[in-house]
């Protein structure tokens, strides 16, 4: 029992993309596998991993996609396609880069029955289709965009991820999902105010290792510096309606969780401005009407966001940042 627990803390998803019951699958099926691709144990053959499975429906078949690649010697490692109900490996499609320091860490994508991976390293993004006998077909290829640990969304048949190593190269980039034709890139960069009580000042910020949600028919960012966005996407590029700066950190990549009109963002470093130590951070969505007006007053009311700003005008609301006597602030 020891290692079944262990197991499912490994593969606990960023998000809720895997049930908790499918980790004693997992644990069974990787303490089998472990000694021809041994990166599936983790750097220290210990079951600990970065690698999150996704279950998906292909076929009608249910599986669970792992896309692995640890620490290994030799670097290999790649997509694992595993039956759900009796976890018997069905195929491989081999994809890692070729340094030993590199990494398999983005979830995989599943639409429109295709199945795409990606990696920042070298290899790039590659898409493919399940054939009947759970063989992996690719069907194209683009070396340029490498996703780092993000699971890009799809959108009438257009795949948006934040591409790159980081921490100067990332950007958010479109493609057609259909031929991995690139559509366009765009650094989301901008110049905000660094929150501090006694003298804000101006601070050059990005996305940079950020990640991309999808929700309600919407598709927001959260940055790595601590930063939320709405997000209006299209064929010609991208449009920042609306962002605020919810806590100036160092470092925020574990990937957001929205459910239940809240939003829930964890805080891997401590906050810039008060100090405060990594924790999980629970905020409140709000419609537009009751974000942009007090219950009492009618006035434009500040929830601690602080620097909400427009680049255009849009019916985009920002989570209201709320105290802790509202929701929570869970220090890890």
């Known amino acids: 029992m020891h290692r079944q627990r262990d197991a499912l803390r490994a593969f606990r998803p960023p998000g809720p993309a895997l049930h908790s019951g499918l980790g004693a699958v997992l644990s069974i099926l990787l303490c089998a596998r472990g000694a021809d691709w041994p990166h599936l144990l983790g750097p220290r053959l210990d079951m600990t991993t970065p690698d999150t499975p996704v279950p998906a429906t292909l076929h009608g078949r249910r599986l669970i996609l792992v896309f692995a690649g640890g620490e290994s010697d030799p670097p290999n490692g790649g997509l694992l396609v595993l039956d759900a109900a009796g976890g018997m490996e069905l195929s491989r499609f081999p994809w890692r880069a070729r340094r030993h320091e ?98 804000p000042r101006p601070a050059a910020v990005g996305v940079r290792l950020g990640w991309l949600v999808a929700a309600g028919g919407r598709v927001f960012c959260q940055g790595e510096r601590g930063h939320w966005l709405w997000l209006d996407l299209g064929d010609d590029g991208v449009t920042v309606t609306s962002w605020c700066w919810l806590f100036p950190v160092a470092q925020a990549w574990a990937a957001p969780a929205i459910a239940d009109g809240r939003l829930y963002v964890a805080q891997n470093a401590p906050c810039a401005i008060t100090g405060d130590s990594p924790r999980l951070r629970c905020y409140r969505f709000r419609p537009p009407e009751a974000e942009a007006r007090t219950a009492t007053g009618g006035r434009e009311e500040d929830q601690r966001c602080g620097n909400r700003r427009h680049r255009a005008s849009g019916d985009a609301a920002g989570p209201r940042c709320a105290g802790d006597a509202d929701l929570f602030s869970a220090v890890q």
């Not at 980081?166 to 034709?181: F, Q, S």
Request: glycine letters at 10%; charged letters at 20%; hydrophobic letters at 40%.
């Open 102 to 199: 590199s990494v398999n860490a983005a979830p995989p994508v599943v639409a429109d029955g295709w199945v795409v991976i990606s990696e920042c390293y070298g290899m790039g993004t590659v898409a493919l289709r399940m054939e009947a006998s759970g063989e992996m077909r690719p069907l194209w290829t683009n070396r340029q965009i490498g996703v780092h640990f993000m699971q890009p969304p799809v959108q009438s048949d257009r795949l948006y991820a934040i591409t790159g190593h980081g921490p100067g190269d990332n950007a958010l980039v479109c493609l057609d999902l259909k031929t991995g034709r690139f559509l366009w890139r765009d650094p989301l960069r901008w110049t905000d105010v660094l929150p501090a009580p006694q003298r």
